[in-house]
């Protein structure tokens, strides 16, 4: 939805989410501040997307309202000096604190479990324990606290209630059974202590948020690394001519920038002195790069190779083709709902369904048994407390993603965090990046015919080809590199024909056919024919020849990787639809659809055209996986269901993905997607089996047994029992490693 012009739509970085229900209930609070049309907090990306009146509220005063809830919004722009910083900072802080305390938690339970199981017999047991268990629990532990008293306030509860009414209760139970056996004793039932119980759920549920943030990974790296490829300094004409170094937040429309071999281009516009070949492929991701005339644009983040040029600036700040990516991005990570709600959500109502179970069971124990009902009411309430502790669920979901992310690492597969195996079962239209995805995204020779097959200048060939800018000449000195060069005198480019140059006295042409022709050149029958088949192959014809004769034609081209046809095959064989996506031209384009059998395709497709084809694909009822490897393509990896790069592509594409496949392998793509589908199918397993011990295991610790056999759960039982059930959560996790 775009604002109207009397609304702002901002997004704002929310701070101390602690799970998907923090998240819903922050997106509650602003959409009830008056003022506010729409709100969408994504718990993935931990930011808001906020539109609202400016004329009602404001970013402060959303702010306050989201403070009083518990949390709170990070409202400086982004475009502030040192606001990135500072809010990396602030994550930076809130990680290392949560390492920390998961660290120290893990650390002084140790000994309490160890005396609690084994060694119960020795002198001070309990004290040992209460004094270790104590920094545990309302230190270390002490945001499960602040958690469920901001969710009381509110009336809502959540996995921080649970953790922190069943860790109180154990320990102000165990604390009383330490300071009065006697009451226990003299009612005839042993005064256990359950302070092992308390630290370590405490521990675990730690743990569980540590390793889910480290799956949720550094959401804003891709966006830095995008605002990265722009310089902070630009060289600007002055008006008498001179040079000046200027930062690029200075640059006006209309202002001349000079631009020197190397350099990153820093805002769009268009060539007015000069001529260079631009790496453009962070935009069109094709690797070859474009020869720029004057007249020709050029765009801000492409790099300028061998040649200098001025130009005059067209668009800056946010109107550049790179601030707009960027833009994308943001927008399509923040837009998606979050997947991973299942456990917040059932916890949500399964919170107050266990404490109200507890309650009751004390009353009804009170009423049906005047004799011992308090004491059995007493243990039936804090049993019940106990065997609903939530580590179970807070276990199910990490520990089947780490078990997933580890298979999969072993075998080429990075998978980032858990939204991507939610999506990926369901996928049923795959999008392809032709260039690096399909192909190696790397031109080289495919075919090399010399005259009579006398390769005896070759050497002149490679020779004369280090000094030229152009990007094929590339191919030809790789394809040589094992033959040291001669000298080259009287060099010549000659512009969108071609190179000329003296080796050894005799005068050598590399270009194109048009060269060949300027110059009167033979060129033999045999050649000419089979320069014309390779051409009708869509792979570009290098022309070399003397002063008198053509002396070899050399096709270069991006070559389909061996594994693109089968990897399709195996996707279109699994009823996934095929898409591929590419800048080249139609025909090229049509050709390479054909060789690797995809029946969907779309030519000369830039980065905003690749998320708008996505974005289409979804519209039409579509869940969508994006694979690519290029800058260009992470705006449309944001917008997918499920998004893969190639492991041997950009940085940032690797960092907007939530797979990654690190060998650039297709065929791993199948294998990625039937991976999740597993992973997917333990956390449900998972989370079952916690839900069945809770069903089961409730009602027996409430007491429900007593009127049939007499059978009251000791709350130590229930203690063994909540450790198993993460044990089996665990185990069942393990499992994975193994499934085929």
Known sequence: MKPNKDTAKKTFPVLKLHCASCAKRAEDILGKQEGVINASVNY????????????????????????????????????QQGAAARLEEIHAQTAADLKKRTIWAVILSIPVVIIGMFLMD??????????????????????????????????????DTLVALSTSIAYIFSVFNTLFPSFWLDRGVEPHVYFEASSVIIAFI?????????????????????????????????????????????????????????EKI????????????????????????????????VFAGTINQKGSFRFKAQKV????????????????????????????????????????????????????????????????????????????????????????????????????????????????????????TITEGKPVITDMIWLNNDNSHAKDLASIERLSEHPLAEAIVNHFKSIPPATVNEFESITGKGIKAT??????????????????????????????????????????????????????????????????????????????????????????????????YKAEVLPAQKAAYVKELQNRGKVVAMVGDGINDSAALAQADLSIAMGKGSDIAMDVAKMTIISSDLTKIPEAIKLSVQTVRTIRQNLFWAFIYNLIGIPVAAGILFPINGFLLNPMIAGAAMALSSVSVVTNSLRLRWTK
């Open 44 to 79: 993935a990306s931990s930011n808001a997307i906020v539109e609202y009146n400016p004329h009602i509220t404001s970013p402060q005063e959303l702010r306050e309202a989201v403070q009083k809830g518990g949390y709170d919004l990070f409202i400086e722009e982004a475009e």
């Open 503 to 600: 080796v050894d006295g005799n005068l050598y042409y590399a270009g194109n056919q048009q060269l060949m022709n300027d110059n009167n050149i033979v060129i033999d029958k045999y050649i000419e024919h089979e320069a014309q088949k390779l051409a009708n192959g869509f792979k570009t014809i290098v022309w070399f020849a003397d002063r008198k004769n053509v002396l070899a034609v050399i096709a270069i081209a991006d070559k389909i990787k061996e594994t693109s046809k089968e990897a399709i095959q195996q996707l279109q064989t699994a009823g996934i639809e095929v898409h591929m996506l590419t800048g080249d031209n139609g025909a090229t384009a049509k050709h390479i659809a054909s060789e690797i059998g995809v029946n969907h």
């Open 317 to 436: 700040g946010a109107n550049t083709i790179l601030s707009q990516i960027i833009k994308m991005v943001q927008d399509a990570q923040g837009s998606k709902a979050p997947v991973q709600k299942l456990v917040d959500k059932i916890a949500g109502i399964f919170v107050p369904v266990v404490i109200s179970i507890a309650i009751l069971s004390l009353i009804l124990w009170l009423i049906l048994d005047p004799t011992n009902g308090f004491t059995h009411g007493l243990l039936a309430m804090v049993t019940v407390l106990i065997i609903a502790c939530p580590c179970a669920l807070g276990l199910a979901t990490p520990t089947a993603i780490m078990v997933g992310i580890g298979k999969g690492a072993e075998r080429g597969i990075l998978i980032k965090d858990a939204e991507s195996l939610e999506s990926a079962k369901k996928v049923n239209a795959i999008v392809l990046d032709k260039t690096g």
């Open 206 to 262: 730690l743990l569980g948020r540590l390793m889910e943030e480290r799956a949720k990974g550094n959401t804003s790296s891709a966006i830095k690394k995008l605002i990265g490829l722009q310089p902070k300094t630009v060289t600007l004409i002055t008006a008498d001519g001179g040079y000046k170094e200027t930062p690029i937040a200075l640059v006006n429309i209309g202002d001349t920038v000079m631009v020197k071999p190397g």
């Open 266 to 297: 820093a805002v769009d516009g268009t060539i007015t002195e000069g001529h260079s070949y631009v790496d453009e492929s962070m935009l069109t991701g094709e690797p070859v790069a474009v020869s720029k005339n004057i007249g020709d644009d």
């Open 122 to 159: 020795i002198p001070y047991a309990n004290e040992i324990m209460w004094v270790l268990s104590t920094p545990v629990v309302f230190w270390l532990g002490r945001s499960f606290f602040a958690g469920a008293w901001s969710q009381a306030k509110q009336r809502t509860a959540n996995m």
